[in-house]
């Protein structure tokens, strides 16, 4: 290659590739997209044969023909090429940083033929030797080490990488640019640095702490060194995803990498060291054993998910991983409820379809079943059916089969017959769980059947799944809560239990399956009543299913809101914040506009109910306060102020976010994106100025993004439209573009000035919104809540079609129809319940 990212736009390059012709041919097609492939040709038995190259746009290949056949055996092909740097954040892309320019790749899925001519598809995999000419002040990266530099005349050099071991090509890697790294830690023989822009090596301390630690627990997991001869992790100023895999070489988003241990909230740290340890996992699970085809993508991002989890957990024990962990199935929970989800395993035939299923269903979904199969086989048995699999497959390629035969053989159980509904089959059961009197016994009876997000619509064929049940059952005395297990696989079952009637019994013990408990009435009581003796993982889940199951019609609105009216002293910071996502949604959606009898009866509730623990709490966190106090504040201020507008929260975020511009340090960082968000809610064009000079100014990664992303929390109509206006401009980087409209349609004050933008620029906007993000956009797109604007979305993505977001279109028209039902069913029972309420506490 040749690229100067600081020079030109224009890169170049030759490709030598060997490869086994299996039977005479004079026909060659491999993977080339928007490239300018200008010579071809073969050495094959001595002889040298020069081709025609035919461009085959439509399915991103070229075609090379020769006059002679080529006979069967070794050969080489050479091509020459170049391209222009790309600036949608594909393939070979530009990125800046100020007035720096770079040169990065991002090529999963199949982008890696708009960076150089290759056969573009996992299963050909292949040993890369690169060599990169370039500036001379520029640092190059790429996926293994440096062999030697080359001084070249005219301020440039060639550097010379040591060959890769096999690799697909959508894990080859490169970055050319002004780059700095952090002085290298090590664990073992491999040595681990941090590349950064210049001036951000004090950012680095936590990502190589984190780095090592979660890389020596995945090297003692898989029993196996880690396989690549480097670690470089690389924060991009302009990157895609929030990380990519590159073997040797991973690439993040600078947020998710570059962390100020002064400044940063601990769901930030967190965060980043869920993501270092998904991409680290992935060196073994994904880069050294890789998916045939994109149908079995969940085998590199399902098991990269759980394992993420799993490992920081064991890292950080006091960070409650697993409850961070329950936000993120619930959300797989509520997409794969719907009539256009689809299965883990999925059919894919174009780029476009597999970068759709880079989604909720591949990576939280398949992670849940994964843990639902490690509990069930055993923590010990999985672990050695995983290495099994590993060794089995190294530099190689798998199917789904090649596991189940691995778990198989180290656990003795069936492990297909257990596994293969839940991947194959969408969706998942809502298990209705009774107890019944059976003489002196109490049986549970169960019955499941698939849950849909509309529980009355008719249905076809009965689905079913294998469950292996476990839930908590509480024994006579408080405290004495035990677990019950079951395999469930027909679709009425029953299980018997030995001694006294249980005070209650609870469907999903640690949330550890993917399927919704539905509890009758007389239960649920029990439940409410018994309410501290679950795991605050069991209450997150509660609290989750019954929401979904009032929002599906299986339950009353009553039944949730008696639920979270029992949750207004909640302890748990992650329970707290799980409910605020359905309070907001009955607060915009069910209750009447603001000003009015029902929105005020509702707002006063939750201040009356969830305000004593902040006033308890205060703002200000106390000496050496832990960090699930912490969490606790923030969850409740965020709850009180984002969903209820409480006029002492509003006015005490105001009066904070002065102080928090000028000094970081004044306001406790877990605090910081509501203080900044509610602010701007009442903010005038003074403040949205401050914003944009905050984040212009901003020495951390998170603190750019926060100023920036707060921008859309503005209601002045006319600052709303200074956002929309700077959305297709650089000061907006590439990668925000998409999330801070999708931000811009959840502020009631800016989603018809958003949507009208969204049309009337989409040209424009479509430039800057790559593939596997423009989905974010349409996601949005619901909170339009009319019916008139639900057929403007349908008409606008018939006209305009998104190839890698047809699925999400048809998810949003699914999800207007679903709000728009709710809404109807639920309004009369919310007035109902809220009138109650007020007479309650009026006595």
């Known amino acids: ?50 081709g025609s190259i035919e461009p085959r746009p439509k399915r991103e290949t070229i075609a090379l023909r020769f006059r002679q056949k080529i006979p069967a055996g070794t050969a080489t092909l050479k091509l020459r090429f170049s391209g222009n740097l790309r600036s949608d954040l594909r393939g070979l892309y530009a990125a800046s940083s100020g007035t720096r320019r770079y040169a990065v790749t991002q090529l999963e899925a199949a982008d890696a033929r708009r960076f150089f001519p290759c056969f573009d598809e996992p299963i050909m995999k292949a040993r890369f030797a690169i060599r990169v000419t370039t500036g001379a002040r520029n640092q190059v990266i790429s996926n293994s080490p440096i062999l030697r530099t080359q001084k070249l005349s005219g301020g440039k050099k060639t550097v010379h990488f040591a060959p890769t071991p096999p690799l697909s090509t959508y894990l080859v890697a490169l970055a050319v640019g002004d780059f700095e790294s952090s002085k290298p830690t090590r664990l073992g023989k491999t040595e681990i640095r941090v590349w950064h822009v210049p001036g951000k090596r004090r950012l680095t301390a936590f990502s190589l702490e984190a780095a090592r630690e979660t890389l020596a627990r995945l090297e003692k997991y898989f029993n196996l060194p880690y396989p690549y001869a480097k670690l470089d992790l690389v924060a991009v100023p302009d990157f895609e995803a929030g990380a990519m895999e590159n073997a040797g070489a991973v690439f993040f988003r600078e947020t998710l990498l570059l962390v100020d241990p002064e400044t940063v909230t601990l769901t930030e740290q967190k965060r980043v060291a869920e993501v270092i340890c998904h991409e680290l996992a992935h060196m073994w699970y994904g880069d050294l054993v890789t998916m045939e085809w994109w149908n079995d993508l969940w085998l590199n991002e399902a098991f990269a998910t759980w394992m993420a989890f799993e490992i920081v957990a064991s890292w950080k024990p006091e960070w409650e991983m697993w409850q961070d962990f329950e936000l993120h199935r619930g959300a797989a929970l509520n997409l794969d409820a719907l009539d256009s989800t689809h299965p883990i395993y999925t059919e894919v035939k174009t780029p476009d379809e597999a970068t759709e299923n880079f989604d909720l269903i591949t990576y939280e979904k398949g992670a849940s079943v994964v843990r639902m199969l490690e509990h069930y086989l055993g923590a010990k048995a999985f672990r050695a059916g995983v290495r099994k699999y590993i060794r089995r497959h190294k530099e190689s390629n798998t199917v789904a089969s090649d596991l189940w035969d691995a778990l198989s053989d180290a656990s003795g159980e069936r492990v297909e017959a257990v596994v293969r509904g839940w991947i194959e089959q969408p969706g998942y059961p809502v298990l209705k769980v009774r107890r019944r009197k059976n003489g ?54 029953k299980l018997s239990l030995r001694g006294a009637a249980p005070r209650f019994i609870y469907g999903n013990a640690d949330e550890s399956g993917f399927y919704r408990p539905l509890h009758d009435g007389a239960e649920l009581g029990r439940i409410a009543k018994f309410l501290p003796e679950l795991t605050p993982v069991e209450r997150m889940g509660l609290l989750g299913h019954q929401w979904a199951l009032v929002r599906a019609g299986y339950a009353e609105i009553e039944s949730f809101l008696k639920l979270a009216d029992a949750s207004g002293a909640e302890p748990a910071a992650h329970v707290l914040q799980l409910l605020r996502a359905p309070l907001a949604f009955l607060d915009s959606g069910v209750a009447e506009p603001a000003g009015t009898k029902v929105r005020d009866a509702y707002r006063n509730w939750l201040a009356e109910k969830f305000g004593t623990q902040l006033l308890d709490l205060g703002w200000d966190p106390a000496d050496r306060e832990d960090d699930a106090t912490r969490l606790r504040r923030a969850a409740i201020i965020a709850l009180l102020g984002e969903v209820a507008e409480w006029d002492a929260v509003m006015l005490a975020a105001e009066d904070r976010c002065g102080e928090y511009i000028r000094d970081r340090t004044s306001l406790d960082a877990n605090l910081a994106d509501s203080v900044v968000s509610l602010a701007a809610r009442r903010g005038d064009a003074a403040l949205y100025d401050a914003y944009l000079n905050a984040a212009d100014a901003s020495s951390t990664p998170q603190g750019r993004r926060r100023f920036t992303m707060a921008l859309a929390e503005f209601r002045d109509p006319s600052l709303v439209r200074r956002t929309l206006t700077l959305t297709p401009t650089d000061q907006i980087p590439t990668q925000d573009v998409a999330m801070l409209l999708a931000r811009l349609f959840g502020n009631p004050a800016a989603r018809e000035l958003t949507w009208a933008f969204v049309k009337r620029r989409w040209s424009s906007l479509r430039r800057r919104m790559p593939p596997m993000l423009v989905t974010r956009l349409i996601d949005a797109t619901p909170a339009l809540s009319s019916r008139e604007y639900r057929r403007e979305v349908a008409a606008f993505f018939e006209a305009n079609p998104v190839p890698t977001g047809a699925r999400a279109v048809r998810q949003a028209l699914e999800r207007f129809d679903l709000n728009a039902e709710f809404r109807r069913r639920a309004s009369p029972g919310f007035k109902r319940w809220l009138a109650a309420n007020e007479k309650r506490s009026a006595r």
């Open 440 to 493: 002196s016994r109490t049986e549970i009876r169960f019955r499941q059947e698939r849950f849909y997000s509309r529980a009355k619509k008719a249905r076809g064929v009965p689905t079913r799944w294998p469950i292996p049940w476990v839930g908590r059952v509480g024994g006579a005395r408080r405290g004495s809560a035990k677990l019950e297990k079951k395999l469930l696989l027909e679709t009425q079952e």
């Open 1 to 50: 290659m040749e690229v100067d990212p600081t020079k030109s736009e224009l890169f170049r390059g030759d490709v030598s590739i060997e490869i086994e012709i299996d039977q005479a041919c004079s026909l060659i097609e491999l993977h080339a997209s928007d490239l300018n492939v200008t010579a071809a040709r073969i050495e094959s038995s001595g002889a040298t044969g020069v």
